[in-house]
């Protein structure tokens, strides 16, 4: 209509080609043919002119265009843009997502455009995250969230989400674009981490207070000992009080046991063992643990399944596995046994904290029962969690567990699901030594005592309980409290000595180091050393080294005796 109005008789016009040579569309210039010709070609020529212009800087753009699409299109974290309208308004939403959105989300492009992004979160996504996503939009200012999403299958997964407006020249907000990346595995790690870090410093708590209780129940049950006797003539009434003393001391005895296990500080005597002649020598035991109404899957490997084990310390480990899953059974269900040789991968040692890759040997304990939520699964590792109060839960089952294992160099895996039930898995590294022949149990042995013992323990208390207990046994005893008094009364002492009994942890110094001493003024004497937990003088990782006697604390008279039989046999 222009042109007719202006009687145009003239029209220059340029077709746009694309890269390969598609015409895409055309400028048509129509000069003012009502100025002069002269005016009007001059006009055209500068338009054509500007058009080259513009046509070169078109095809600099469709270049670097085309550069930020294939770079988007390759990169491995997902690209989503949006319109900024706000973000509850329904309609559409997603103008663009990159390859890497599908990957993640199990949605193609052409499934997401439209939609609002919200489609990709579950009912489990924290609102609070939500809003204060949705507030930072509102105010156009950029922001970082992790937030968890679902994918088109239905897996949870976690995703960081940086999230920035994008302006116009003009400064208008007009889309927001979303990178994203899967951080589960970093946040599960991360998971890990913290747990094993608590666990760490409970566990050097639990251990402290462990090895003091010890000395003290030591002192207690022992001194109950002594008072046992003495009372040989009161009346039933008067011995009956000291024996409740007795059963107290043993049954707090226990419990710092089980303490100082989950401190991985107890001593283990580890040999190597097959695992599945432990569980088909526990089985007499699990039956009678266990119910009618629970049925046993056992599962046996063919070939022997060895570890480097305490034996008595990995049958602990199976009774307890085994009393939870019957505990969580109450109306019967099915128990699993299962033991195999496993490789763990690279990949699974990168996705589980401390695991190193390598052949193990595992033991697996499943149930059928009612399963564990969320917050109780994170914390059953705990010393003396326990979601059996009313039924005589002590929480020290799954913390004596862990101790166990992980001195053993293994781990535990857990899965769960509420109403589903329970699968313990405890992994040790596998042994490929041959297994070692069982040792015959202890000796004690009556009769009269001689000889002379050199006793040094810094716990006054508990030097003069061993003091009594070796005088009464027959024996003349020495006493010191640390190796400088040990030494100077050896240099008095013109007598033989017999035996030197000392504790290993003494401030300042070690029970190796006395014993050196002593042995260096009489040679060739035997030493018994004692401990309420493991130290690397004489222990290597809780491993106590061969040949060496060690008697644990706390030990009653028929303990002590024993072992001094062993090494002092009586004339
Ligand atoms: P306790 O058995 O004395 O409660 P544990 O340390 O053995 O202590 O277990 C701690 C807690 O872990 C239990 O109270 C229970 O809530 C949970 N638990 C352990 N094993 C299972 C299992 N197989 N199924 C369900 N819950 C379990
Ligand atoms: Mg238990």
Known sequence: DLARAHGLVACWSVPFHDTAGRVTGTVAIYPDNTRSPLSSQRTAIEAIAQ????????????????????????????????????????????????????????????????????????????RAVLDRVRAALDSHVPIRVELLNVDRAGRRYWIEMEISPVRTPEGAVTHFIAIERDVTERRHLEEQLRESQKMEAIGQLAGGIAHDFNNMLTAISGFAELLQVDLRDSSA???????????????????????????????????????????????????????????????????????????????????????????????????????????LSDEYAAAHVGVVPGNYAMLLVGDTGGGMTPEVRARIFEPFFTTKGDRGGTGLGLSTVIGIVKQSGGHVWVYTEVGHGTTMKVYFPLASEAITPVVPGDVTVEGVRTGTILVVEDEELLRSLIRRMLERAGYTVLAAGDGNSAEALLAAHTGPLDLLLTDMVLPGENGRLVAEAVLRRRPGTPVLYMSGYTEDVIVDHGVLQEGINFLEKPFTQQDLLGWITKILPTP
């Open 237 to 343: 009434e008067t011995r009956e009080h000291v024996l409740e003393i007795q059963r107290a001391a043993s049954r707090s005895a226990d419990i710092t046991r089980k303490l100082l296990a989950f401190s991985r500080r107890q001593m283990l005597q580890p040999r190597v063992v097959d695992l599945n002649v432990i569980v088909d020598e526990m089985r007499r035991l699990l039956e009678r643990v266990l119910d009618e109404s629970v049925r046993q899957m056992l599962h046996l490997a063919p070939e022997p399944v060895t570890a480097t084990v305490d034996p008595g310390q990995l049958e602990q480990v199976l009774l307890n596995l085994v009393v939870n899953a019957r505990d969580a059974m109450p109306g019967g269900g099915t128990l699993t046994i299962r033991t195999a040789i496993v490789a």
């Open 51 to 126: 058009l080259a212009a513009v046509a070169v800087e078109h095809r600099r753009v469709d270049e670097k265009f085309r550069l930020f699409q294939a770079a988007i299109e390759n990169l491995n974290d997902v690209v989503m843009i949006t319109e900024a309208s706000p973000i509850d308004v329904p309609g559409p939403r997603i103008s663009f997502v990159n390859p890497a959105f599908e990957r993640m989300t199990g949605w193609s492009l052409a499934e997401a455009i439209g939609r609002n992004p919200r489609f990709l979160q579950g009912a489990e996504t924290d």
